[in-house]
């Protein structure tokens, strides 16, 4: 095989990406090198399942990159600093994943000297762009191939290809499409192709298992997440441990409802059980150790880099920017967040910091005060409220 035919196919083992293995490989005649990037809800069984499924569609070789701590070092640790829910809903689960999925692709492609990557994205959703422009910055020399995009096929007409070339592996379409990874999982259906359904509790692939309350400890170190319950570990780790423990409450569901990149609105619904709950919990914190200003400034800026991530603006420079503000305001962001868990749901009990701002030497808020007279409040009050007197006064 020439070595100019080397081509890189991030392959996830569904309908698509097995049509392009197929399709490049026999059709095209490319050398096709499978690649899989674990960012979260991979198992062993499953990942041996899937490069079994690449050898089966005719691929050279198969690769499962393990990126759980590059994802959560690079991105989901700036999620949590900034406590980032688009459209105050959606804790940015599969839009995340696909930045760090798309750069350690292109980064294996660039190291077994490949020309050619593609990947299975229609041309009617957001993981096109973000692929694409990972793509383009990272490695322009690389031609980038998208055979579901370019020939616009339906389901159907993949299904016949794949079974005329030998390949029939009962390719049922599943009620619900399921993305599971370490910062959460979403659910497609039906429904939520609609404005008006509700996705139904079977959709969902975590089930209310507990019905008795209980309550956890997160401790968190300068903002990162460093133990659960007392128990030190890395915080993807914690992340998975609350997981498991939360989405037994059926913690975390929601349907989100956005504006996709290429302009139409899209609607997903996701259970995200540790997601919501260290998001929550963090941002008490900072509510007690930060000051007004910067939980002000903090909060339009995060919303700005949840923005630019979901867009697929990941290399731009202003994200390390926006990065290293978020990292600053963080300095202060230490101790305990007690919260109870409950079906459906959970509350936030309070915390415990040693930077907790609502200090008893400066007074009770609404009780008394320790730091400053009558007679000095009167007056901060006079001169606090000038501009607006001076304005009415002129323009009565």
Request: charged share 25%; proline share 2%; with cysteine.
């Amino acid at each position: 095989m020439s070595k100019s035919k080397k081509l890189v196919l991030a392959y996830s083992g569904g309908l698509d990406t097995s049509y392009c293995a197929v399709h490049l490989s026999k059709d095209k005649g490319f050398e096709v090198h499978a690649v899989s990037v674990n960012t979260g809800g991979f198992t062993k069984e499953e990942i041996k399942t899937i490069e079994a499924k690449a050898y089966k569609m005719g691929v050279i070789t198969y690769k499962n990159i393990d990126a759980i701590t590059s994802y959560y070092n690079k991105v989901v640790k700036y999620l949590i600093f900034g406590n980032v829910l688009k459209n105050n809903t959606y804790p940015l689960s599969v839009s995340a994943e696909r930045i760090i999925q798309a750069i350690e692709i292109i980064n294996y492609a660039k190291s077994i000297d490949a020309k050619y990557i593609a990947h299975g994205s229609t041309g009617a959703g957001n993981d096109q762009v973000r692929f694409d422009l990972i793509f383009q910055t990272l490695a322009p020399e690389i031609e980038i191939i998208t055979p579901i995009r370019d020939q616009q096929l339906s389901r159907q007409e993949e299904i016949d290809y794949l079974i005329q070339n030998g390949i029939d592996m009962s390719w049922q379409k599943a009620k619900y499409s399921i993305n599971k990874g370490l910062w959460g999982t979403s659910v497609g259906g039906d429904e939520t192709l609609t404005s008006n359904k509700n996705l139904p509790e079977e959709a969902y692939p975590s089930q209310l298992e507990n019905d008795e309350e209980q309550q956890v400890k997160l401790t968190f170190d300068k903002g990162v997440f460093i133990a659960f319950n007392g128990i030190e570990n890395t915080s993807e780790n914690n992340i998975d441990i609350l997981n498991d423990l939360a989405s037994k409450y059926a913690i975390g569901r929601d349907i989100h409802v956005g504006d996709t990149i290429v302009g139409i609105k899209g609607r997903v619904g996701f259970e995200a059980a540790a997601a919501t709950i260290i998001i929550k919990a963090h941002h008490l914190l900072e509510k007690h150790t930060l000051t007004k200003w910067q939980l002000q400034h903090k909060d339009y800026m995060a919303n700005w880099y949840g923005m630019h991530l979901h867009e697929g603006l990941y290399l731009d420079p202003v994200m390390r920017d926006l990065e290293a503000f978020l990292s600053s305001s963080q300095k202060q962001v230490s101790g305990d967040v007690f919260v109870t868990l409950k079906p459906y749901h959970f509350s936030l009990d309070g915390i415990d910091s040693k930077h907790d701002l609502m200090h008893a030497k400066f007074g009770s808020y609404g009780e008394e005060n320790k730091g400053w007279t009558a007679q000095e409040a009167k007056g901060f009050i006079k001169i606090y409220g000038n501009q607006s007197k001076i304005y009415q006064s002129i323009n009565e």
